[in-house]
């Protein structure tokens, strides 16, 4: 995952290192979601005068551009790092900040395994997560740009799908319901112009997976199996691949 530690500053500013074995390209600057996220929370605890600084420190574990949500893992623990530090915004505020930054990054603010978000993600509604399941990821190294796969989506003749009708609260949060209803919008515009993808995500949907999709704006891939068995028989499938092509598999649980 992506690591973070925060001080105060002598200056009235914001320092960001960046670390780690995914630091290669990751801004340290302004075009950071955590340096965004520091920012928009000192402008508002403070106002421009009395204004604190920081010294963040970004340990970089998570890949950029592809589709994990990184960036707004950063915003969120950046938002929960200064607000235990200077606990002066409330909730809905923080929220709010959150959602200037990111649709995803109110998610990361809040801090739990599962839960629905509508309104561009400044509204939640946390659930209780079922059992986890044993899951690959299946990391390409393809760098997807999430401004340009929203660009595509919006895009004349760019299907977004058609709308489902979601069970009540409790029954959503259980497998069968996640396996009915999973589908990913930006798959199909993302997939379009990446067929080395879309052959990726045929391979995987071939070991017979409960699901496997696209994660956010991609590239990586995921699936997820009924039992252990299903998902060694999978990786069986992937290792010539893996090799051949340098995709990085991954053994994880889902929901985290």
């Known amino acids: 995952g992506t690591r973070g530690a925060g001080s105060e500053g002598g200056a009235r500013g914001i320092a960001l290192s960046v670390d780690g074995p995914l630091a290669d390209g990751v801004p340290d600057g302004p075009d950071n979601l955590c340096w965004q996220a520091a920012d ?51 909730t809905r505020e923080l929220v709010e900040l959150a959602g200037e930054i990111g649709s995803d990054v109110p998610f990361a603010l809040l801090g739990v ?14 659930l209780r997560p079922p059992r986890p399941r044993p899951a690959l990821l299946v990391c390409p190294g393809i760098h997807v ?18 709308a489902s009708v979601l069970p009540g609260a409790t029954r959503l ?38 699901l496997a999709a ?23 499938t992937l290792a010539a691949p893996e090799r051949a092509e340098g995709l990085r598999v991954l053994d994880v649980s889902l929901p985290v």
């Open 40 to 90: 928009r929370f000192l402008s508002r605890a403070f106002g421009k005068r009395g204004r604190r600084a920081v010294n963040i420190r970004l340990t970089k574990r998570i890949p950029m551009g592809s589709g994990l949500g990184g960036g707004s893992a950063d915003a969120g623990a950046t938002l929960r790092l200064l607000a235990g530090r200077w606990p002066r915004l409330e």
């Open 173 to 210: 949060a259980e497998w069968d319901s996640l396996e009915r209803l999973g589908r990913n919008d930006l798959e199909a515009p993302v997939l379009a112009r990446h067929t080395e993808l879309s052959e990726l995500l045929d391979r995987l949907r071939s070991c017979d997976p409960a």
């Open 214 to 236: 696209m994660t956010g704006s991609g590239s990586t891939l995921f699936a997820i199996f009924r039992d252990e068995a299903e998902r060694a028989r999978a990786r069986r």
């Open 145 to 162: 740009s999430t401004p340009e796969a929203y660009g595509w989506l919006g895009r004349t003749g760019e299907d977004a799908g058609a």
């Open 113 to 126: 395994p599962m839960a629905l978000g509508w309104e561009r993600g400044r509204r939640l509604l946390p």
